[in-house]
């Protein structure tokens, strides 16, 4: 299947080339590493869960002889965790690119703060990565041609963004939460492109956003993704406006790896829920400079940490 030039099943050749990706153990973070080791990439798996991290690690190398893959942790809701992790990553020869992908996608009920005292899905969507492209700006930008690839959603259609309210101290609900944290996302990525171009320096960066996938439309993947056959049964049921995160995981992998995509761009499914990844104009709200000043400055503040400043 080729759509403007990209095939999903015939990737660049990614050898010699370093790929992390958070929440790698599950979901789309798992089909998004499994599908760039294929393409030949040393892959490193950001994972909180050491065990789901050792069974994806192993479903890898099941399903790609020779597959280079490795394990860091990282729990994003935690700075700390952040600050060792990143402190590992910094010591590999190179990182071609980090991909952003770990998430809460069932945010709680009622508002809860991490130990760091920031709200809980924002700080694991985003601050926490925020805080991680801070600490590895260095070895991404001493890597030729590196890039950043942060995970939108089409939640950022979908509702209104109080940016006076970036911790949610005001009004919580899970829902506003969760975009909220995926508008974040989105707009640093866009941000962070422009503010490195506006450094003279060569990292770029990009977004995606899969659509509509969901567990129960998955291939099956022994030790990492079992859905029961009601969870199958059930999703199938919504299969006219979803696709599995095997397909979800491509517009994050054109993103990272397609030679001619651009720092800036943002890809998304054609069909928006479901599809070949594409070229997609995002949302307003993530495109507009005052509200990405705003992120950022309250992502600066969150995380205690300054990322560049012109
Ligand atoms: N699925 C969709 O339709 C959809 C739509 C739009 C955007 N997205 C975005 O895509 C990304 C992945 O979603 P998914 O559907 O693949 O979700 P998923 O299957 O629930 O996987 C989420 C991954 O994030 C990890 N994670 C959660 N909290 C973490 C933390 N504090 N520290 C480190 N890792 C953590 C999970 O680890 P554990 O296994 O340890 O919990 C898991 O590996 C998210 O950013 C989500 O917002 C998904």
């Given at each position: 299947?080729?759509?403007?030039?990209?095939?999903?099943?015939?990737?660049?050749?990614?050898?010699?080339?370093?790929?992390?990706?958070?929440?790698?153990?599950?979901?789309?973070?798992?089909?998004?590493?499994?599908?760039?080791?294929?393409?030949?990439?040393r892959?490193?798996?950001?994972?909180?869960?050491?065990?789901?991290?050792?069974?994806?690690?192993?479903?890898?190398?099941?399903?790609?002889?020779?597959?280079?893959?490795?394990?860091?942790?990282?729990?994003?809701?935690?700075?700390?965790?952040?600050?060792?992790?990143a402190k590992e990553l910094s010591a590999l020869d190179r990182l071609d690119v980090l991909v952003t992908n770990a998430g809460i996608?069932?945010?709680?009920r009622h508002r809860t703060v991490t130990a760091d005292g920031l709200e809980l899905v924002g700080?694991?969507?985003?601050?926490?990565?925020?805080?991680?492209?801070?600490?590895?700006?260095?070895?991404?930008e001493r890597t030729p041609g590196a890039r950043v690839v942060t995970l939108g959603s089409l939640a950022t259609r979908l509702v209104r963004l109080d940016a006076d309210d970036l911790q949610?101290?005001?009004?919580?609900?899970?829902?506003?939460?969760?975009?909220?944290?995926?508008?974040?996302?989105?707009?640093?990525?866009?941000?962070?492109?422009?503010?490195l171009r506006a450094a003279g320096a060569e990292t770029r960066a990009l977004v995606a956003h899969p659509g509509y996938s969901i567990t129960g439309r998955t291939p099956l993947v022994r030790g990492v993704n079992e859905p029961s056959t009601v969870e199958r049964f059930v999703d199938n049921l919504q299969a006219v406006f979803t696709q599995g995160k095997d397909r979800g995981a491509w517009p994050t992998v054109r993103a990272?790896?397609?030679?001619?995509?651009?720092?800036?761009?943002?890809?998304g499914p054609r069909y928006r829920v479901k599809g070949a990844?594409?070229?997609?104009?995002?949302?307003?709200v993530v495109r507009d400079p005052d509200v990405a000043a705003a992120i950022w400055a309250e992502s600066e503040r969150a995380t205690g940490l300054s990322l560049l400043h012109p």
């Open positions: 299947m080729t759509i403007d030039g990209w095939d999903p099943a015939r990737l660049p050749e990614q050898s010699g080339r370093v790929i992390a990706v958070t929440g790698a153990n599950a979901g789309l973070g798992f089909f998004t590493s499994l599908q760039l080791a294929r393409a030949g990439a892959v490193v798996l950001v994972c909180r869960d050491e065990m789901k991290a050792a069974r994806a690690r192993a479903a890898i190398q099941r399903l790609v002889r020779g597959a280079d893959v490795s394990v860091v942790r990282l729990d994003t809701a935690d700075l700390g965790s952040v600050r060792s992790a996608v069932h945010p709680p700080a694991t969507n985003h601050f926490g990565h925020f805080a991680l492209v801070a600490r590895l700006i260095d070895v991404l949610l101290e005001r009004r919580y609900t899970g829902w506003q939460a969760y975009a909220q944290s995926k508008i974040m996302s989105w707009s640093f990525g866009l941000e962070l492109d422009r503010r990272a790896v397609d030679p001619l995509a651009q720092g800036g761009d943002s890809f990844p594409v070229l997609e104009t995002p949302a307003a």
